[in-house]
C-alpha cells in the first residue's frame, strides 16, 4: 500500500505541483482511504518528500555507471553522456515534480523541495566525479572543481532541453544538445576564473 500512495502522489504532483496535491486525490487515486496515507507518512510534506527520495531511486537505476559501460574507456564518452541527457530529460514524474518545486518559492520552505535540491546537489556531486574520468579518457585533465563546473553546464543544457521539449513539442534535438557538451568536454581548458568588475547601483 506504501508503494501504491507514493505512485499515485507522484502522478498528481508531477501535474499540479505542490499546493494542486491533497491528501484527498492522493486517497482517490491510490484507492485507500487517508487514515492510511497519514499513518504511513505523517502529513502531506512528509508524503511529497517520500515521493522525492522513492523517485529519486527510480530515477537513479535507470543511470549507466562509467564502469559498466560496454565499451573501451576512450570510447565511452559520447555513448554514457547520451544515456544520462535520456534519463534526465525523460518522462520523469519526478524530475518533472522537482523542476516545479524548485521554482515554487514559499516563506516556508517544504521539506519535498529541501529534499530535492539535497538530492540534486548529491547527484551534481556523482556526476563531476564521472567527468573527471570522462575527461581522463580524452587525455585531459581535468580538477574537481572544473568537473563540478562542467556537470553543471551539462545539468543546465539538459533541464533547458527538457523545459523545451513541453514549450515545443517538435523539438527533438536532445542529440545535438549533446554533442554540443561533447565539444565542450572534450576542448575547454581550466583556466583561472576571471575577475569581473563590480558595479555599484550609482554606477547601474
Known amino acids: 500500500s506504501r508503494k501504491r500512495i507514493l505512485e499515485s502522489a507522484a502522478a498528481i504532483a508531477a501535474r499540479r505541483g505542490y499546493e494542486g496535491t491533497t491528501m484527498s486525490l492522493v486517497s482517490q487515486h491510490s484507492g485507500l482511504p487517508p487514515s ?5 507518512f505523517g502529513s502531506k510534506d512528509g508524503l511529497l518528500a517520500a515521493v522525492m527520495e522513492y523517485g529519486w531511486k527510480l530515477w537513479y537505476e535507470t543511470i549507466p555507471s562509467w564502469d559498466d559501460m560496454p565499451q573501451p574507456v576512450e570510447d565511452r564518452v559520447l555513448p554514457w ?31 519535498a523541495r529541501s529534499t530535492f535540491i539535497r538530492i540534486h546537489q548529491d547527484a551534481l556531486g556523482g ?23 562542467l556537470a553543471i553546464t551539462f545539468i543546465a543544457l539538459v533541464n533547458g532541453a527538457f ?11 536532445l542529440i545535438s544538445t549533446i ?12 583556466v583561472p576564473e576571471p575577475t569581473l568588475p563590480s558595479y555599484s547601483k550609482q554606477q547601474r
Do not use: M
Open 36 to 40: 492510511s496515507i497519514y499513518w504511513h
Open 179 to 190: 554533442r554540443w557538451f561533447y565539444l565542450i568536454l572534450a576542448s575547454a581548458t581550466e
Open 81 to 111: 553522456l547520451t544515456e544520462v541527457a535520456n534519463a534526465l530529460s525523460g518522462e520523469s514524474e519526478f524530475l518533472r515534480f522537482g523542476l516545479l518545486l524548485t521554482l515554487e518559492k514559499r516563506e516556508h520552505e517544504p521539506q
Open 127 to 149: 556526476f563531476a566525479d564521472t567527468l573527471v574520468k570522462a575527461r581522463q579518457a580524452l587525455d585531459l585533465p581535468c580538477s574537481e572543481a572544473f568537473a563540478r563546473e
Open 163 to 173: 523545459v523545451e521539449r513541453y514549450a515545443n513539442p517538435g523539438f527533438q534535438d
